[in-house]
């Protein structure tokens, strides 16, 4: 293997200039982690400025069979970016130009490495926006949003990147580079575009992506509900769907987040709440006035003690500010905190937010709750000390015990996360061995080698049980 | 329908089988995937002049027997069901609850959910509520090694291992068989209501729907019709521009004010349609689609009118009837059968429109597959079509030959 780490060091020192490999343990330090857990440190980090540059990275990886993976702004929250077995880290960050913005027929064809949130400013001016708005928009990347196919609190009604993502021209784990979609819609053969996105970059490399832009809304309006318990704050969202409303978002917030939120930036929640919801409603201005009515009066059906509607654009963007520095707001309330990322059918909320307290009181790790309850996506915030001997493997157990309770109630491990590195022994809990077979053969399919992006996804053989075990839990797979 | 009259491009099955339950489906594929005999799965049966001629084909399994609901929550604004419920039937459970699957393509009376899905057919909603990859949550596929397997969930937001969900939408049955489908709902709309604008021509036409999918307005749908395919639809000889509204009473009125004031904006005339005018456009696609050709084109959206007016040159004197989706660049005609190398010369300008600009031949007699490939050509990326095939699909038992690129 030294043999093979110098060979890779001085191959990818010729394809590159200086400034463009980190191979350094000190430089590496940086870029062994990302937003989860978990760490790993790479021989060496790339920034290619081009897919043919990709392409002769792969290539020399190839050579030399040194695994590679792809990395964008490092915000994921599962692995997704991590050299989970070493290698090389190809960061995609330089490749941040966006190519075209073209008005007539509301695309935009950006790099993978353009932040988030500047594609929607460089669109505004057209009067057009891009939709997926995760939390972390300021920092994370296109690419790294196609790998993980984010969301946001905006997709219950406009979907997550996928629904978004119309073409992608990829470096292939042969080195070779491929477009597949495009500006047009419905081309014919496999949905390749559908199945690259949220692959966590273990079927290849983006490096040019086709994004959907749409008109920006006439009319915005953003409601506050306050609630005296969860409980009731669950039964407005099932009675908006139950009256056959979807809005734009539909976020909750309990006690904890809240008390975070205002006592690092107050942002006009009130602290004694023990459970807000947040309601956008947009589109035309008729069908925003009579949506909020409607939403409005579902909350006070539901008990709502409050409902308020922002009174202007300031007021609305403080509570939006607020709902999106939530993570960070919880980090100042506790030494680490552990974002778990689970979906429950949206009438299974009021119960799982039940179990999460019981595991709460059960485990000692407080659990702040901040999410998407319009789509059942929960975000459990554990709050933990990694200073605290054994702490990590219990906060890790605890995060797969919740995993378990959306597992029971017919959700899902992740809804805008990703698997990565994290997850990936938790997927017999909704998977068969037949069903990760399958998702094995078409990456059997792309990499054959088995370079690209190693170690996420797939359970690793015992792993799993032996994690499951620990908690006395049987699962048969 | 029987043996003897089902056939796929002039090839009969030698056996037909009717399996009620996903693991004896599962069971039949192994059985014929052992026994080196090629299979088409088939459903209502209404849309087999999808795809080149089969290269061989052996056996037909009919997945009509799974007709079951699986689980509806409407609450959850999710259904799940079995592949081979008819569409017909799964709007009218779901009309109950007052919501729906907005997935509108024209879908003959028995056509199949599975079917539906497997062949990626959309209609006019697609402007609003997308494509079958928008609003397919899970699916449960029956594989020829005789396995079952599921990818998505029940749950409208997932992200967990592969969305092989996108791979088996419009797959046409040549990597697994598709026996049940998890959907994302809508509610139906308080109020819908249409505006039907008679257009001077097709530049006023295009100035038109450009004008307004770039605008707030928000229709359900935008449809251009050429002048055949309007008098098809009971509406005068003109080129037609429809659009399609629905929310609460007060937004559909202020949408129908605004979209009949920019209509004679750009020398249009909103002409007063029967209640039932979207109905009857829907019966003119179905209609249509029983021409002996159909053809199919998608390109960039600005491009919408100018696939019609490309559609209605090139096709002339062969009785067109020529409509397009025209927010999402997707148009459609069907006719009298062209020359193969007039639809040749018809590909060649769609593709200059965009780098993936696309025409397809969605039915045509089988003679003319022999003389033009229907799916056109598939570009740099079907080798690795070809790569997922053999590993889904080792033994080329699922449709062999039917696909895009000979797959």
């Known amino acids: ?477 | 329908m029987t043996t003897s009259t089902l056939e796929i491009d002039g090839v009969s099955p030698r056996e037909r089988i009717s399996p009620r339950t996903a693991e004896d489906l599962a069971a039949a594929l192994k059985a014929a995937d052992d026994t080196g005999q090629a299979v088409a799965a088939v459903g209502g049966g209404t849309q087999l002049d999808l795809g080149m001629p089969p290269l061989r084909l052996d056996v037909v399994v009919d997945t009509t027997g799974l007709d079951r609901v699986v689980e509806y929550e409407p609450a959850d604004l999710t259904v799940t069901v079995e592949a081979g419920m008819r569409m017909a039937e799964l709007q009218r459970i779901l009309g109950e609850q007052g919501q729906f699957l907005a997935l509108d393509p024209p879908a003959a009376e028995g056509a199949t959910i599975g079917g539906l899905i497997a062949t990626n057919a959309s209609g006019p909603l697609r402007f609003a509520y997308g494509t079958a990859r928008d609003l397919v949550i899970g699916t449960r596929v029956a594989n020829p090694d005789g396995t079952l397997t599921r990818a998505g969930g029940r749950v409208v937001k997932n992200v967990a291992g592969y969305d092989l969900n996108k791979l088996y939408i419009g797959s046409l049955g040549t990597l697994s068989v598709i026996v049940e489908l998890s959907f994302k709902l809508a509610p139906i709309a308080p109020a819908l209501d249409s505006v039907v604008g008679q257009m001077p021509d097709l530049d006023a036409a295009r100035e038109l729907v450009n004008g307004v999918v770039h605008s707030p307005l928000s229709p359900l749908a935008v449809e251009l019709l050429g002048p055949g395919a309007a008098v098809a639809a009971g509406l005068p000889a003109a080129n037609t521009v429809v659009f399609r509204l629905g929310g609460y009473p007060q937004a559909v009125e202020r949408q129908v004010r605004d979209l009949t004031s920019l209509v004679s904006r750009h020398g249009g005339q909103r002409i007063e349609a029967s209640p039932s005018a979207w109905q009857d456009l829907a019966r003119m696609r179905l209609v249509a689609r029983q021409r002996d050709v159909v053809l199919k084109a998608a390109a960039p959206i600005s491009a919408s009118t100018a696939l019609v007016a490309a559609f209605e040159k090139q096709l002339e004197g062969l009785e067109p009837l020529v409509w397009s989706h025209a927010g999402s660049g997707v148009a459609y005609a069907a006719c009298n059968p062209p020359e193969a190398e007039a639809l040749a010369s018809l590909r060649r300008g769609v593709a200059a429109f965009g780098e993936n600009a696309s025409l397809v031949i969605e039915r045509c007699p089988t003679v003319l597959k022999r003389a033009i490939d229907v799916w056109g050509d598939p570009g740099t990326s079907v080798s690795l079509m070809r790569a997922i095939k053999a590993k889904l699909d080792p033994k080329n038992t699922l449709n062999p030959g039917r696909y895009v690129g000979g797959i």
């Open chain 1, 1 to 477: 293997m030294a043999v093979a780490e110098h060979t890779i060091v001085d191959q990818l020192r010729q394809l590159l200039p200086a400034e463009r490999v980190l191979w350094r343990d000190y430089d590496l330090m940086l870029y062994e982690y990302d937003g989860s857990i978990d760490k790993h440190r790479p021989l060496a980090v790339v920034f290619p400025l081009s897919s043919e540059e990709v392409s002769q990275v792969v290539t020399a990886c190839n050579r030399d069979g040194v695994p590679y993976t792809a990395r964008g702004a490092g915000t994921g929250l599962s692995g997704g970016a991590i050299p989970a077995r070493g290698g090389v880290l190809i960061s995609l960050a330089r490749m941040n130009r966006i190519l075209e913005i073209d008005v007539d027929n509301m695309r935009a064809i950006v790099e993978p490495g353009v932040v988030n949130l500047r594609l929607g400013q460089a669109t505004a001016a057209h009067g057009l926006t891009y939709v997926p708005d995760p939390s972390s928009q300021k920092a994370c990347t296109i690419g790294g949003n196609v790998g993980e196919n984010s969301g946001g609190p905006h997709t219950l009604r406009y979907g997550v990147t996928t629904n978004h993502t119309l073409g992608l021209e990829v470096v292939l784990p042969t080195g070779e580079v491929v477009r597949v979609g495009g500006s047009s819609l419905d081309t014919p053969g496999y949905d390749l575009v559908g199945l690259l996105v949220g692959s966590e970059g273990t079927l290849g490399i983006v490096t040019r992506i086709w994004t959907r832009l749409v008109p920006i809304n006439e009319t915005v309006k953003t409601i506050l509900a306050v609630f005296a318990n969860m409980e009731d704050a669950s039964s407005a969202v099932a009675g908006m769907i139950a009256h056959r409303i979807v809005p734009a978002a539909i976020e909750m917030m309990d006690n904890l987040t809240i008390r975070a939120i205002e006592s690092r930036s107050p942002s006009g929640y009130p602290v004694e709440a023990e459970g807000v919801v947040l309601i956008e409603v947009d589109g035309v201005r008729e069908e925003v006035e009579a949506q909020s009515e409607a939403v409005q009066q579902v909350c006070r059906d539901t008990r709502a003690l409050s409902v308020r509607l922002a009174r202007d654009e300031a007021e609305r963007a403080a509570l939006w500010a607020g709902r999106k520095g939530a993570f960070a707001a919880i980090g100042r309330l506790t030494p680490d905190y552990y974002t778990v990322d689970g979906v429950v059918p949206r009438t299974r909320l009021p119960a799982t937010l039940a179990r999460i307290q019981e595991i709460s009181r059960e485990s000692g790790f407080r659990i702040a709750n901040v999410f998407h309850a319009g789509d059942g996506n929960l975000h459990p915030l554990i709050m933990w000390d990694a200073d605290e001997a054994g702490a990590e493997e219990r906060v890790i157990d605890t995060g797969a015990e919740i995993m378990q309770v959306c597992a029971e109630a017919g959700g899902s491990l992740s809804g805008e996360h990703g698997i990565g590195m994290e997850k990936k022994d938790l997927m017999p809990l909704i998977f068969s061995r037949q069903d990760v077979a399958q998702m094995q053969r078409i990456k059997e399919a792309f990499d054959p080698g088995g370079l690209c992006n190693p170690g996420k996804i797939f359970p690793t053989a015992g792993r799993c049980l032996e994690l499951f075990a620990r908690r006395g839990r049987a699962v048969g797979w």
